[in-house]
């Protein structure tokens, strides 16, 4: 396996995946707390609307971002801004495999099919680059933009965890998906 000790830089034909920058604090106060975004990660939000991020929750999500030192970890740009993070975690060597997540914060990117462009190039990157073997996720079980995304880009359910975490006033559900480096990774 070849882990760079650095986040490289990786392009495709819309998107730059990039070590996260100064500016970067600035994009993410612009673009909020939006209550979906929230609770598809998991989180429990106490508006029903987007909420405005002060400058000192941006710089403490830069901060937090910019010293992380997981060197697979990526900010999205599109168009010349800021609009999410990617990246790959729980890396188990000895194993060739880790874990995938992304988020799309700017709702404005939805339905462009960035998602799905993200996620292929991570995988690329991920099997031809580092050399993996097997890349997982878990996604909640009612997010259907982004497990219809997953299997678009060659991930196969492989399990559930029944009600695994309470959120939106519900118990809700992990997908367990995966896919190995034989694996089609074509557009489906």
Avoid at 65 to 90: C, K, M, Q, Y
Avoid at 126 to 131: H, I, L, P, S, Y
Avoid at 161 to 179: K, P, Q, S
Wanted: proline letters at 5%; hydrophobic letters at 35%; aromatic letters at 8%.
């Amino acid at each position: 396996m070849q882990v760079p000790t650095q986040t490289p830089v990786l392009r495709t034909t819309r998107l730059v995946l990039r070590p996260f920058q100064p500016g970067d604090a600035e994009g993410r106060r612009v673009l909020g707390r939006d209550p979906e975004i929230m609770e598809m990660f998991g989180g429990r939000p106490e508006f029903g609307e987007p909420v405005s991020m002060s400058e000192a929750e941006a710089l403490k999500w830069y901060d937090h971002a910019a010293s992380d030192a997981n060197p697979l970890l990526w900010a999205i740009e599109h168009a010349g801004r800021f609009v999410g993070t990617t990246r790959l975690h729980s890396l188990r060597e000895g194993d060739q495999k880790a874990q995938f997540a992304i988020g799309l914060l700017d709702r404005g990117t939805w339905g462009l099919g960035l998602g799905a462009e993200v996620t292929r190039e991570v995988l690329r990157y991920g099997f031809d680059e580092v050399g993996l073997h097997r890349i997982g996720l878990k996604v909640f079980a009612h997010n259907h933009r982004a497990i219809r995304c997953y299997e678009r880009c060659g991930f196969v359910e492989e399990g559930r965890e029944r009600e695994a975490a309470y959120v939106g006033g519900a118990w809700r559900d992990d997908v367990i998906m995966g896919i190995l480096r034989s694996d089609p990774r074509e557009p489906r």
